[in-house]
């Protein structure tokens, strides 16, 4: 939990600067990229943590690796991640970044669960419908699950929406049976 809070208050700091520059995707887009080079290379997260490797040694490796790449406030943000010994956050950072993002655009990011695949216009109008119920737009994320049978479950951060057709034959039969 309390990795969590430093995280998002980095991502706020982060999010503060990339508003200045400019440039909140293009920001998103850096810190993802380092956050799943540090959570995917074992090389860069073992270098990363190492105690043996000072923090102005691994300042100066990193500002040499991304200095072409991004801007360079955001290079020296994460040599201050290294110097407050935070650098192994940039995963947690990452992610805390975009929902930060999201929020502040009014997007909303759904799981969405159909029994079967549909056509982009059928996605197009799931989508609309959702962003007019939830009054924000709407990123789906589509997974079919046949053994829902029909109809659909929306998962909007702990709401859950089923109106899926094992849930209404579940109810029914829960219905038929409490009046026996």
Do not use: C
């Amino acid at each position: 939990m309390r990795e969590t809070s430093i995280a998002r208050n980095y991502a706020e700091a982060l999010l503060a600067l990339a508003r200045k520059a400019n440039d909140t995707a293009g920001w998103g887009t850096a810190v993802s990229a380092l956050g799943d080079a540090v959570a995917q290379d074992a090389t860069l997260r073992r270098f990363l943590e190492a105690p043996q490797v000072s923090a102005a040694e691994k300042n100066a490796v990193l500002g040499k690796a991304l200095a072409a790449k991004v801007a360079p406030t955001f290079v020296r943000f994460v040599q201050k991640l290294v110097s407050n010994r935070r650098q192994v956050l940039l995963p947690a950072i990452a992610t805390e970044y975009h929902n930060l993002l999201d929020e502040a655009e009014g997007r909303v990011h759904a799981r969405v669960t159909v029994s079967r695949e549909f056509d982009a216009a059928g996605r197009d109008a799931m989508t609309a419908a959702l962003s007019k119920a939830l009054k924000k737009t709407v990123v789906p994320h589509v997974t079919v699950d046949p053994r829902i049978l029909g109809g659909v479950v929306v998962r909007v951060g702990d709401t859950v929406m089923d109106g899926s057709v094992r849930r209404r034959l579940s109810r029914l039969r829960d219905k038929l049976v409490a009046a026996r």
